[in-house]
């Protein structure tokens, strides 16, 4: 089989797929996603491949963001296949949306409130407790962020973002006990786990400097990060889930683009190997 890895370059993640599919016998090169064009009758730079495993969304205008998911979606209707499908990465590139779908799904996600000017945004602060976590509507990594909990600097932060015309997602923030968990699903099974703890910071990310250890999820931590994978149409996806004060998880993220660098020495699983078996054999 052939495959294409859309990337921005030949990262880590690229050349580690390509190094699962050369063991497996299969053909992996990466392409950068800005690159890609189509044509009419049904063709597009991809044709060629049998398989597309999306490695990246590159930030762009709207017109490029919509036009590169156009492309994902004709290939997907011509029969090849494409991970993640192309509405699971529509749904969980926005934080909004990807909150709403699990909402809908009836799994706990952190109190939000996502508005578009600041003085909606004030109110929210207050609402939330006066303790809140700004995000970016499209980000990954903790990349960002910022947590907010004095009233001036929250209204300099909203306004801000609102001359940006940025959107203003406004989450609660969770007291929790210094580490979170990622769980890795693919094709609605739990591949493998690790606790991320963080340092000197209250974010748990392993590219923000926390560190990682192996875990074996329980029954419901599983059954969490499935369902989570169901809501949003994922694939293969990093769930990543928050320990609530009360007891329990709340389903904080699905990224449908989940990295594995940490993971896999962390955990000593193959990611790359599981992937492409999976885009080949499905």
């Known amino acids: 089989m052939k495959i294409a890895i859309l990337s921005s370059g030949n990262g880590w993640h690229a050349r580690d797929l390509q190094r699962a599919a050369t063991l ?33 969304m590159p930030p762009g205008s709207l017109e490029q963001v919509v036009f590169r998911m156009d492309v994902l ?86 306004r801000t973002l609102e001359r940006l015309q940025n959107i203003l997602y406004v989450q609660q923030f969770i007291r929790h006990p210094g580490w979170d968990l990622r769980v890795f699903v693919i094709d609605n099974r739990v591949l493998t786990a690790m606790r991320r703890y963080a340092k000197n910071d209250w974010r748990t990310n392993v590219a923000q400097g926390g560190r990682a250890e192996p875990i074996t999820p329980t029954a419901e931590e599983a059954r969490l990060a499935i369902a989570a994978a169901r809501a949003v149409g994922t694939a293969v996806a990093g769930i990543d889930l928050l320990p609530r004060p009360e007891g329990g998880y709340y389903v904080l993220e699905v990224n449908a683009v989940p990295g594995w660098r940490a993971l896999a020495p962390t955990t000593g699983i193959d990611v790359a190997r599981e992937i492409v078996r999976f885009v080949v054999e499905g």
């Open 73 to 158: 979606h004709q290939l997907e209707a011509a029969g090849r296949r494409v991970l993640n499908p192309p509405r699971a990465l529509e749904t969980c590139v926005d934080k909004y949306l990807a909150s709403a779908r699990l909402d809908a799904a009836g799994l706990p996600t952190p109190p939000t409130i996502v508005c578009q000017d600041a003085e909606a945004a004030i109110t929210a602060f207050h609402q939330l407790g006066g303790d809140v976590v700004v995000k970016p509507l499209f980000g990954s990594e903790g990349k960002g962020m910022v947590r907010v909990s004095d009233i001036e600097i929250a209204w300099r932060t909203f």
């Open 24 to 56: 497996l016998g299969h053909a992996a090169e990466p392409i950068d996603f800005r690159r890609v064009f189509a044509a009419i009758p049904n063709h597009t730079s991809l044709s060629g491949y049998d398989a597309v495993i999306v490695r990246t």
